[in-house]
């Protein structure tokens, strides 16, 4: 089981492979891939060291699997060169996810429509991946009809520029800026660039991914998306309208029950999700449950996982893994 990791060096890259070991992942040979300055460089992966290649050594190489995170030109230049070839691609850019003929996968959701054909899969937006994991089995149970979403998400969704410029501004330190504005004591109410219509890229991305992946175009979704200066993962407060009535223990249950999923709602002892605790973790954690008394069938609920393993890394080796069980490959 050959497996190139496009994008290596970059932060999700980085995360890939600590998943990948913690999961013992059945993999007998890694290409690490990432850009030509890094060509020649090494990775270390289980105590081994491994040369970075090239794009075009990496597909000479004939890998199983190819788990791109190196952005979305990169994505949308090489993904087909890589299939082309018979090795199939699990894409963490948005290049692919509304293409129609490309599925848009969490596996613990809709795995079930992947088959042996699909030979470019698209990971979902991070903060949609966090979100779905809690709504499914609600979706299931009592239909979702309105969501507001707004979201507060870590400098470490931007990438390793972000998390240096925030931190040079805690030290003093004039550098180089990933955002437009300063992000540390900030609040940034913009991530990714402004469509026509008002909404960013990001609050498009939510909107859209959710309705693909829950195939139920009927859901009525607006979001808010919001960079602020913290690390280990992105937090949303999402506002949950079904189209039929619900128990309150009911919720509680179906979340308590799901794989993946943990619920953290004890109000008494200040237990809550929060960005500090979720770091380095692969759930989803969800909790300040509680009935939104303004609006019929409505549920507030607070959702954090750290968006650079469930919301990207651990979501994309899933995919693979659930390829592997069902011998897909």
Known sequence: MKVAVVGATGMVGNVMLKVLAERNFPLTELVPVASPKSIGKT????????PIVSMQDAIAAKPSIALFSAGGATSLEWAPKFAEAGITVIDNSSAWRMDLSKKLIIPEINGNVLGSADKIIA????????????????????????????TYQSVTGTGVKAVQQMENERAGIVGE???????????????????????????????????KIMQDESIAITATC?????????????NVQFKKPFDLLKVRELLSNEAGVVLQDD?????????LTAMDKNEVFVGRLRRDESADNALNM????????????????????????????
């Open 123 to 150: 990971n979902p937006n991070c903060s949609t991946i966090q979100m779905l994991m809690v709504l499914n089995p609600l979706h299931a149970a009592f239909g979702i009809k309105r969501l507001v979403i707004s």
């Open 226 to 238: 919001v960079r602020i200066p913290v690390m280990g993962g992105h937090s949303e407060s999402v």
């Open 43 to 50: 990775v270390e992966y289980k105590g081994k060291l491994y």
């Open 302 to 329: 607070w959702i954090v996982a750290d968006n650079l393993r469930k919301g990207a890394a651990t979501n994309a080796i899933q995919i693979a893994e659930y390829l592997i069980a069902k011998q897909l490959l």
């Open 177 to 211: 800026m990933a955002y437009k504005y300063p992000i540390d004591k900030n609040a940034i109410p913009q991530i990714d660039v402004f469509t026509d219509n008002g909404y960013t890229k990001e609050e498009l991305k939510m909107m859209n991914e959710t309705r």
């Open 267 to 275: 109000l008494a002892n200040c237990i809550y999700p929060m960005p």
